[in-house]
């Protein structure tokens, strides 16, 4: 049978352990919980890419006249 003896601690140590002890607080309070939803809806906005030009779907008959006998 083996006799274990206890660990040792240091003032060092202990300050390490009250270190780390006060950032898993920190830690705790930042990141503890979720942050709130955002639903899909409200993080997309839809709107034309360009401004409809209404000149642009007129049709001209006389046009190639214009455009190659001009």
């Known amino acids: 049978m083996t006799h274990r003896t206890e660990a040792r601690t240091t003032p060092e140590d202990q300050a390490d ?3 780390l002890a006060d950032a898993a ?3 705790r309070d930042r990141f503890g919980s979720l942050p709130e939803r955002i639903r899909p809806e409200d993080t997309v906005e839809t709107r034309p890419a360009t401004v409809p ?3 642009r779907d ?3 008959p006389d046009e190639w006249l214009i455009r190659y006998c001009g």
């Open 53 to 55: 030009d209404p000149a």
């Open 25 to 27: 607080v920190l830690r």
């Open 17 to 19: 352990a009250a270190v």
């Open 58 to 60: 007129t049709y001209n």
